[in-house]
């Protein structure tokens, strides 16, 4: 007897670092991702699909998402349940209770809006541990599970919220106490706790019956091993977790020194060698001592990517990278007249005090080589 385990679809979200067409791919990726689950669910013959809170990036997501996930999820072959969590609680007005939501639900998807059990096959039973709103007080999940009777029953408690153990000691609303929950699951009132929030998969606890399933797309950059789902196999007091695959966008983080061009070639070597680049999205932290040609050079290596890479940041660039300039190479540049006066100004003013506005001649003058053509590989 299987179920399988999702959480933070968060719909409607939007990313600052997606430009243009980007943003509209992400979300479109994040919808068929839902799809995916549902022939995951059907493969892997799940009798039932949790979605362990934030299923909505907010309460009030726009209609067009909600009618296209309702879409979705009505081609699904197996039960519902979807829990309302942080990003999306059920308090009035919220997108659980109104239209287009309450209209295009189909019959066999379901709001766990209250603590009472639902059973999608006999012999196993869901029991949510809804969010009433933002700021709710006490441990939701905790008091779910303490409140199931203790009749060793396949019962699974989906729940959402931090846990102290897993992100570390807080103490924001709906945090989660591992030590309630393993107790009710060593009395036998609960054989598995399907928790959202942390969209990095993870067991949480030692005996394998607490677990994030991680969301099913990537959001961000400080997550670890995002893209998954997982299938619980509830038959025994054991549950049997299986992890499954089921992102498709990547997010990188690269942290690199160059200081000369082998070490260029070895980053563009690196940017190159990531899959799905139009699917990717980047941070890239550089430092090192380059003189002016190969700044040039490195910009024009990431503008380069930066137009094939979903999203390509460098924020930093500028400032952890100092720039040795070279009399020989501005005077390689055959310029004349107002360019060349222009240059010499330039030179004047880098080789000045190291503030801000010694930063943007360099900079100004890194793009003075490269549109001249200094920029391209040697
Ligand atoms: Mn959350």
Redesign the pocket.
Known sequence: MRVLHTS?WQLGMTRHFLAGEAQARFSEARLEAVSRLGALAQEQDCVCVVVA??VFETRHPDARTVARVLERLARFPVPVYLLP???DPIDPGAVWHIDPFTRACPPHVEVLDDRTPRSPVEGLEIVGAPWPNKHPVGDLTAEVCESAPADHRARVVVG??GVAEVSGGFDAPGTIDLGRVRAAVAEGRVRYVAL??RHSATRVDPEGHVWFCGAPEPTDHDELDPGTALVVDLSQPQPQVTRHEVGSWTFHRLTRAVDTDADLDALAEQLDAIAEPSRAVLKLALTGTLDLQQVARLDTLLADRALRFAALEHPERNRDIAVRMSDDDLDALELSGYAATARDALRARARSAGDEEAQTATDALSLLLRLSGAGERP
């Open positions: 933070d809170g934030d969590g942080n990003h959402h919220g959202g929030d």
